[in-house]
């Protein structure tokens, strides 16, 4: 048996974006710049894949550039906001503390050439406010960027407020939409969407594709340099088969997300209740401004990485939420940003639900996880201490 619940770093492809890429690995092969009709035959599928996206978020085909995925999109987003702020001689930019590292290692490099960045603190329910961006934003500020819905705790920003607050100051907003497209609602013009970026993979089209949309008028600047693919934005010849297959799951994931987004958020809340019996728990961030498949816990007295072995020895593939894959032994930064001490932050648990978990696999994750606590805690010198009063509990 085998549980995944992972879905927040990526998804299993759905059939429909599989089938979707077949024909462009066999008959419709050619390069879509070739003038000969095999060529042509692959551009006309690439100008049907870009106009199916820009309908599901609602802009014209024209605002699309495909890119490798959502890491590539947030470089080119924040570096062309970058480039065209300093030649108006603005040079500073506001984030959050807990965005992906795409955007954070982004802005370090900036800062290194000199811009300013504000990182804004996150409130303990893990969400920024409008406010909160209107309090800082500056004459010689030239970008916000914020992430739509966070990729470890699930909360979700309120995007449209920022981006009409950005829109009246004249400052560019990028959103980092990779967790929430295909799962949450999204229209660029409404939200005031200046760029924004998302990935394949995610909702269960293919990995090494994604999207950047950059609003007409904001000139985008070159990451990968050479043929004049994408506008000129993004050289390379294009992926034709993951592209294809993007597009499909796309609209499979935009035309059921709202049922499928009432399915997964009673999965999740019985999660939430389930493990929130478990002593000296608590859910991170705010449980009602959520993605409906995400569920974050922090159990006090334990590792996150020995509950996630553990927990695959039962069949349950899950996540600490952090980059530990790295080999640090750092917690997550978005667990700190939300103000979880180090010790606290090192027990995470996320569960990120998809298409194909069922009821009855939640409650099996309830009694995993509920039994390997309670085991690991047996054995836990940190437990001992916090048991025997030595040391004060944190989570109630
Ligand atoms: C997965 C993810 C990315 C990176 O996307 P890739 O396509 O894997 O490069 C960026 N931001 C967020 C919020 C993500 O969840």
């Known amino acids: 048996m085998r549980i995944y619940v992972d879905n927040a770093a990526t998804t299993k492809m759905s059939p429909t974006a599989i089938n979707a890429m077949l024909p462009y690995m066999s008959e419709t092969y050619g390069n879509p710049s070739s003038l000969h009709s095999v060529g042509q035959a692959a551009n006309e599928a690439l100008a049907d894949a870009r106009s199916r996206v820009a309908g599901v978020l609602g802009c014209d085909a024209r605002e699309i550039i495909f890119t490798s995925g959502g890491s590539e999109a947030d470089n080119q987003a924040i570096l062309s906001a970058a480039r065209l702020g300093e030649r108006r001689g603005k040079r500073h930019i506001i984030s959050t503390a807990f965005e992906h590292h795409a955007v954070l290692h982004t802005l370090q490099k900036l800062e290194k050439e000199g811009f300013s960045v504000t990182l804004l603190d996150v409130h303990e329910n893990g969400l920024v406010t409008a406010e909160q961006v209107a309090d800082v934003i500056r004459e ?55 760029l924004l970026s998302f990935s394949g993979h995610k909702f269960r089209g293919p990995k090494g594709v994604g999207v950047l949309y950059a609003r007409r008028g904001v000139a985008l600047t070159n990451v990968i340099e050479g ?61 009602r401004s959520r993605l409906p498949g995400n569920v974050n816990f922090c159990f006090e007295g334990i590792e996150g990485e020995s509950l996630l072995l553990l927990l695959d020895d039962k069949g349950i593939c899950a996540s600490s939420g952090s980059a530990c894959t790295s080999g640090s032994l750092d917690p997550s930064h978005v667990l700190l940003a939300i103000g979880r001490p180090h010790e606290v932050a090192h027990g995470s648990l996320r569960l990120s639900l998809g298409e194909e978990n069922t009821a009855e696999e939640v409650e099996y994750i309830i009694a995993a996880v509920t039994e390997v606590v309670a085991y690991l805690r047996s054995i836990s010198p940190v437990w001992r201490e916090l048991e025997s009063g030595r040391k004060e509990f944190m989570l109630k």
């Open 227 to 287: 043929g004049a693919q994408e506008w000129g934005k993004r050289a390379g010849t294009e992926n034709i088969p993951a592209i294809m297959g993007m597009a499909a799951a796309l609209e499979e994931a935009s035309a059921h997300r709202s049922e499928s987004g009432k399915r997964l958020s009673v999965l999740r809340d019985r999660l939430i209740e389930g493990l929130s019996q478990i002593p000296h728990s608590a859910v991170n961030g705010d449980t």
């Open 140 to 194: 010689d500020t030239c970008l916000v960027t914020i992430m739509y819905a966070n990729n470890e705790i699930g909360t979700i920003q309120p995007i449209a407020e920022i981006g009409a607050l950005c829109r009246q100051r004249g400052v560019l907003f990028h959103t980092d939409a990779v967790q929430a497209v295909g799962h949450l609602p999204i229209n660029v013009r409404e939200q005031n969407i200046d």
